[in-house]
């Protein structure tokens, strides 16, 4: 069973992304790929006439989420963090390639952990090669501080979830979050889940984009034949597509309320005030930004954005069957673990 | 059939007019028994088959021909004994006492064979296991658990897919549990393991949209009767446009394991012609934790109380 929670991933990044400097998308060691530079490339339409976002595409770099503390007040890391950042993604990227993971170094706390980002769980991290260092200390551009601006009941809220997370207790199949019981991690984190079945292919069609998402086999059809939004509530909402000029631009609304529902994180899940609001920009033959912009005031005093670089894979690059539910063994595991507990407990 | 293929075209006559965009193209219709339609193109000139399209029978009950029937789950009636002339000749069955609150709800559509011949080939032991499928609907039918429904079930589920076409990609996005497929009209390499909804590998031959279906694990039914098969099963299907509005939907069904020779299915799928239709979700998942994992806690979300 694959689900692995996006605050895992966002922590781990932030973990890593700490210790981590970047030397910009350009000089992007060795993952650049051919044809990715800007000069050579020219952007491609459909045969209808649409620019042309398809391929498979996956969030490769190594920026956190929200800003680490020690870049407190900075929007980009110096030449030497850079670097420092470089060599790190490189030794992780040996480790892993060596197989130093997992059984190797142990699961170990991330306090344990010889290298950072290393730790237990970080077996999620599938990279084979290093991931992308960019100077952006955060994902989030705005606000200017690069963290999310919970309200302070959401900001009380995200701190229990978090504690909850791993720990339970899992009296029911409620109490997992959703991502362990196999409905979605949440649309706000599906472009950039990265490492762990984050490959999203994206299909055009006449008046249509389509997203495959390979992580819970979540999909989005999003109409770009000038419709306006429909009243029906839904998980992933109620899409709208439109092209300004070459970039892509969805917006969102009419989202379900779940805010009932534990999520380790707690900006993914759907409420009835969410609004979402991205921007598909291709910047290169291999190379996307994804912009999203993030209102809820049920869970944000503001609107934040982040702007997210995310690369495409070369064209052999499939999306697998992600048969979670299907294969949700953990599920009824962890509900024995819990009765078995609650039996210790009463004894 | 042939009252269906009229059906069709009086209904393509009737529509032709309403002018949706997705289909501007469509420059004639058909309207003539015999006669070829000739499909609207799509930029690169490939056959358009983009649209949300639905099956409009009872397949899904039983692909092959059934009678109406109170509930899929039966059970006997108990023996009547007592008064002279009134024992029973012959043998009632009733709804299972897990269903029965669903009356007419829960009630079997009759439904022609979608079989040509209305034979499925079964091996003897391979019949002895539907039949035992069939008994045991309630425990086994993957649909019932929100599993990926696989092909060619996918297709006639009582609920619609829209296929979106691209150049050299094809994609299959289902309404019920958001299953997708992609098929590849270009190279592809192979599946790396056994899957709910198949590798499909498709190309053009006409008008027709042919596919390949092949790296199947063996949990998938063809319909809540129990028809079932094993992980070497090959569908061929093919998809053509009979007019703006119709597809005729064909699969060819092969499984050395499980049946003694290939054999097809046919049935033609509707164009949801609602305006602005939209595929919405159906992520059943939640609604079948309690189903599947209920019992399982320490407490019962359904009761609140303590499982025992």
């Known amino acids: 069973m694959n689900a692995r929670h996006p605050v895992v ?43 042309d976002l398809q391929g498979v595409w996956r969030y490769e770099a190594a920026i956190p989420l929200e800003r680490p503390a020690r870049f407190e007040g900075r929007e980009s890391l ?47 991290q599938d ?31 995200e701190a229990r979830s978090s504690a909850r997370y791993g720990a339970g207790p899992y009296e029911s199949y409620l109490d997992p979050d959703t991502g362990e019981r196999c409905l979605t991690d949440g649309i706000t984190a599906l472009m950039w889940q990265g490492p762990n079945g984050g490959h999203n292919r994206i299909v055009q069609s006449p008046g249509y984009v389509t997203i495959l998402h390979e992580e819970y086999l979540d999909r989005r059809v999003i109409p770009t034949d000038g419709r306006s939004h429909g009243s029906i509530r839904q998980w992933f909402g109620d899409a709208v597509g439109k092209w300004e000029g070459s970039t892509f631009v969805v917006d969102t609304i009419n989202f379900i309320d779940r805010t009932n529902y534990e999520w380790a994180s707690i900006f993914t899940r759907p ?6 609001v991205e921007r598909f920009t291709r910047t290169g033959a291999d190379t996307m930004e994804y912009r999203i912009t993030v209102e809820d005031p049920t869970t944000f005093e503001k609107p934040w954005t982040a702007v997210i670089p995310i690369t495409r894979l070369n064209d052999g690059t499939q999306i697998y069957e992600y048969a979670c539910h299907e294969g949700n063994y953990a599920m009824t595991n962890l509900l024995a673990g819990g009765r078995a507990d609650a039996a210790k407990r009463s004894r | 059939m042939r009252s269906s293929v009229v059906g069709v075209v009086v209904a393509a ?115 002895a296991k539907k039949k035992e499928n069939a ?43 958001g299953a997708s497929r992609t098929i590849h009209l270009g190279k592809v390499s192979d599946s790396p393991a056994p899957t709910w909804m198949g590798w499909s590998r498709g190309r053009w031959e006409g008008d027709s949209l042919v596919v390949e279906v092949t790296d199947f694990n063996e949990e998938t039914w063809f319909d809540r009767a129990g028809n079932f098969h094993s992980d070497e ?53 939640e609604f079948v934790e309690e189903l599947m994992y209920g019992h399982l806690g320490v407490i019962d979300p359904a009761t609140g109380q303590k499982n025992k």
């Open chain 1, 9 to 51: 991933t966002l922590a781990l990044a932030a973990i890593v992304g700490a210790a981590i400097a970047t030397i910009g998308a350009q000089q992007s060691t060795t993952n650049a790929q051919p044809g990715s530079t800007a000069l050579s490339w020219k952007q491609a339409t459909t045969p209808w006439g649409d620019p």
């Open chain 1, 78 to 124: 110096t030449d030497e963090e850079v670097k420092e950042s470089q060599r790190l993604e490189d030794e992780q990227a040996r480790q892993r390639l060596a197989g130093a993971e997992g059984a190797a170094v142990g699961r170990r706390s991330v306090a344990e952990s010889p290298i950072r980002g290393n730790e237990y769980n970080s077996f999620w």
């Open chain 1, 127 to 157: 990279h084979g090669r290093p991931r992308q260092v960019f100077r952006q200390t955060s994902l989030i551009v705005d606000p200017k501080d690069g963290r999310l601006p919970y309200t302070p009941d959401a900001k009380k809220a």
């Open chain 1, 271 to 276: 409420s009835e005030t969410l609004h979402i």
């Open chain 2, 13 to 127: 006559v009737a529509v032709a007019t309403s002018a949706m965009w997705f289909f501007q193209t469509t420059t004639r219709s058909e309207s003539t028994r015999g006669q070829t339609f000739q499909a609207a193109r799509m930029a690169d000139g490939k056959p358009d088959l983009n649209g949300i399209w639905q099956a409009l029978n009872s397949a899904n009950f039983d692909i092959q021909a059934h009678a109406a029937r109170p509930a899929l789950a039966l059970t006997p009636a108990a023996p009547r004994s007592g008064a002279p002339g009134l024992v029973r000749a012959t043998h009632v069955e009733l709804p299972h006492p897990l269903v029965r609150p669903l009356g007419a709800v829960g009630g079997v559509p009759a439904g022609e064979s979608v079989v040509e011949g209305d034979e499925i080939p079964y091996q003897p032991w391979a019949a």
């Open chain 2, 135 to 177: 008994e045991h609907w309630l425990e086994r039918d993957p649909e019932i658990k929100c599993y990926m429904p696989g092909v060619p079930r996918a297709t006639y589920m009582p609920y619609p897919f829209q296929i979106l076409q691209s150049t050299d990609k094809v994609v299959m996005a289902y309404e019920f549990a």
């Open chain 2, 233 to 285: 099963l090959h569908v061929t299907e093919r998809y053509t446009p009979t007019s703006a509005d119709h597809l005729l939907y064909e699969a060819t069904i092969e499984d050395p394991k499980v049946f003694t020779r290939p054999w097809k299915i046919r049935m033609p799928l509707y164009r949801r012609l609602e305006s602005g239709k939209k595929l919405l979700e159906y992520k059943c998942v």
